[in-house]
């Protein structure tokens, strides 16, 4: 069925553009016709400006159950970590699809179409594997179906409790939850996961806290040639400590030995990096993706961004703990977070920051043909209002300005996945009461 979207100013990754007709057939977009100054009979009329669906490269979505929680009181990523625990222990597939559902309906609300989950939580308290081996990572892309938005899920392997100078910790508590034992015991239950439609499969080491050399990282590069892979990487000061003394090498160093860097992996986070392992990284061309809310949220520090922008790694960004789901708050805070730091403005133009959050974030989830108002890519885009009390004002030519530096979630009316809205006057079409099913279902894990 073709479906027409007529577009009162689009983004069209260099201008904006107004009166913009926007063709979908199949779930793509066939045709965009310009300089369209009423809608034509029977479109589906966006007022505002629409963009390109943004793309969160880096989700843990049970982390949002710890929202107001972790803010009370000090404390540091390990205190934290200890609270996150804690809700991954009460997590069944039922309870973590009803809460991924309801995480997932709130990023569809602030316009994000496509997810990358970051999921390592596989097993039953203890370690046992569910009769069904994959029943948790299932739940989630069923949890993203029936949000209406699209999911990477990228299944985790987690061997080790953690990594100091005298080497690796054996898996203890809740983490018996996250390991398959060995590599190829992970291997075996993540080649059983099935992609297609609305999901896409791909894979991540934890880090190089939970993965040693002798787990296998050649063999894991050749399993996953091709496809999406992000891992953790240096997000701590200690652990680039623990991985120099135990391995004489940096992570990304460690990692670069190894194979893992090329255009299909992630790095996330990358906020404690020497200028050699901004140099690989970048050299590769694998992605960066920041979640400077969450960086922010637990005192972490501010990644090299810019340098490794100029290294060669595209940017893509995340959410990850969730504290908030806002992908325009995080594309401003990289910007903001190093006018602090450097004191001077300018680091990235709107137009950049967009692209961190939609195209390059969404071939960072092995989607490259998402993130584009053009024919051909997929019809996944995202319409905000130009006229609430943090966007109107300024003229509709700086709209790209705009959405980056003004507007939040909050502002998004409009939200298309595949063709389909999926939020509808700023109320999702899915999922009738999003706060009420968030509300239940961290209720549930508490």
């Known amino acids: ?24 057939a199949d779930e ?25 669906g943004l793309a969160n490269a880096h989700s843990h979505a049970f982390h949002r159950a710890l929202r107001g929680t972790v803010q009370v009181g000090t404390g540091t990523f390990w205190t934290w970590r200890e609270f996150m ?51 948790m990572g299932e739940a989630l892309i069923a949890a993203a179906d029936a949000a209406g938005i699209r999911i990477t899920l990228l ?37 059983q996961l099935k992609g297609g439609g609305h999901a896409t499969i791909g894979a991540a080491l934890h880090s190089v806290r ?3 050399a002798s787990d296998g990282y050649t063999a894991f590069a050749r399993w996953t040639d091709g496809v999406p892979t992000h891992i953790h990487l240096s997000e701590q000061p200690a652990e680039n400590e623990a991985c120099v003394a135990v ?22 986070h990358a906020t404690h990096l020497t200028g050699e392992d901004i140099g690989l990284i970048g050299r590769a061309g694998s992605t960066v993706c920041m979640c400077p809310t969450t960086e922010r949220d637990l005192a972490d520090g501010i990644g090299p961004a810019p340098r490794l922008k100029a290294a060669g790694s595209p940017l893509s960004l995340g959410s990850d703990s969730h504290a908030v789901i806002d992908l325009f708050e995080e594309a401003r805070a990289m910007e903001l977070n190093e006018r602090l730091r450097t004191r001077a403005r300018g680091h990235w133009t709107a137009a950049q920051l967009l692209r961190a959050a939609t195209e390059d974030g969404h071939a960072s989830l092995g989607r490259p043909d998402a993130g584009r108002l053009e024919p051909g890519a997929a019809a996944d885009f995202t319409t905000i209002a130009l006229d609430s009390v943090r966007t109107a004002g300024p003229m509709p030519r700086l709209g ?47």
């Open 247 to 268: 391995h004489g090498r940096t992570p990304a160093r460690l990692l670069a030995d190894s194979g893992f860097w090329k255009p299909t992996a992630t790095a996330v």
């Open 1 to 24: 069925m073709q479906v027409t979207y007529w577009l009162e100013h689009a983004w069209l990754g260099t201008h904006v553009e107004p009166g913009v007709a926007l063709t979908v």
């Open 210 to 212: 939970a993965f040693s």
């Open 85 to 135: 625990y804690g809700v991954a222990q009460k997590l069944t597939p039922d309870t973590y699809f009803d809460l991924a559902r309801a995480v997932y309906a709130e990023m569809a609300l602030a316009g994000i179409t496509a997810v990358g989950e970051f999921h390592y939580l596989h097993h039953q308290p203890g370690g046992a594997p569910y009769d069904n081996p994959n029943a």
């Open 28 to 52: 793509r977009i066939t045709e965009v016709r310009t300089g369209v100054d009423a809608p034509p009979a029977g479109a589906t009329v966006l007022r505002g400006l629409t963009l390109p």
């Open 400 to 446: 790209a300005e705009t959405a980056v530096f003004a507007a939040t979630g909050a502002d998004v009316t409009s939200t298309v996945v595949g063709g389909r809205q999926i939020v509808r006057d700023g109320r999702h079409q899915l999922v009738e009461d999003v706060p009420a099913a968030l509300a239940a279902a961290i209720a549930a894990v508490r």
């Open 155 to 191: 299944d985790t392997v987690y061997l080790h409790g953690g990594l100091n100078r005298n080497g690796y910790a054996p898996l203890a508590g809740p983490q018996t939850r996250f390991g398959d034992g060995t590599a190829d015991r992970w291997y075996e239950r993540w080649s």
